[in-house]
């Protein structure tokens, strides 16, 4: 069975850094890639950007190239999102989510989310 | 980029037909996707390319897409498939890109 277990919710003040973790099981980390979606609060889904486990190669959306940094771990198979100093616009739910192998690359697994507030 | 556009709620009695539309200039040559959110839960994909459903999806959901327009179909809809509803495709312009459309909130009453 397929799962992915996200860290749990954190609470931290403008300019600290954070790194939440998403925990892949029941299938070959290294084959798919996983990715990264923001949903603000009472607002839609954002792609943020992907990455390929086994390579590490990393695609972002430009409205996130630069403001977070995706990586992973293929020996612990977990994937990580990171912040080096956040602000409170990045406050919102976190979903990470594996892609399919079919063409379109739709996310197929998803993982709980993470609920990231940032208050100062 | 490219954009999806939808319509920010639909409302339909149970029992009726609800017709929830994706509008973007990628369709016609990407696949549309759509995602089914209920409240406090993590997105679960409902169809995908353009109208197959994956296992465990009721068969009175269905999707088609022709030309710029998605369309995701809820046949005699009920009460448990009121939630948000998201299309999801590549952006038309650069194919490692993909984009969510803005959400439709599905009322059920």
């Known amino acids: 069975e397929v799962q992915l277990v996200q860290s749990g919710a954190e609470v931290k003040k403008p300019g600290e850094s954070l790194k939440i973790s998403c925990k892949s099981s029941?299938?070959?980390?290294?084959?798919?890639?996983i990715g990264w979606v923001r949903q603000m609060p009472g607002k839609g889904l954002e792609w943020m950007g992907v990455i390929y486990p086994d390579d590490s190669e990393t695609r972002y959306s430009p409205s996130f190239q630069g403001q977070v940094a995706i990586s992973a771990d293929k020996s612990i198979t977990t994937a990580y999102l990171q912040w080096g100093s956040l602000k409170a616009s990045d406050t919102a739910m976190y979903y990470c989510?594996?892609?399919?192998?079919?063409?379109?690359?739709?996310?197929?697994?998803w993982g709980q989310g993470t609920l990231v507030t940032v208050s100062s | 980029s490219s954009e999806l556009t939808q319509p920010p709620s639909v409302s339909v009695s149970p029992g009726q037909t609800a017709r929830i539309t994706c509008s973007g200039d990628s369709l016609p040559k990407k696949y549309a996707y759509w995602y089914q959110q209920k409240s406090g839960q993590a997105p679960v994909l409902v169809i995908y390319?353009?109208?197959k459903r994956p296992s465990g999806i009721p068969e009175r959901i269905s999707g088609s897409s022709s030309g710029t327009l998605a369309t995701l179909t809820i046949s005699g809809a009920q009460v448990e498939d009121e939630a948000d509803y998201y299309c999801?495709?590549?952006?038309?312009?650069?194919?490692?890109?993909?984009?969510f459309g803005g959400g439709t909130k599905l009322i059920v009453l």
């Open positions: 989510a594996r892609q399919s192998p079919r063409v379109g690359s739709e996310f197929d697994f």
């Open positions: 029941g299938y070959t980390f290294t084959n798919y890639w």
């Open positions: 390319e353009d109208s």
């Open positions: 999801y495709s590549t952006d038309r312009n650069d194919n490692d890109r993909r984009i």
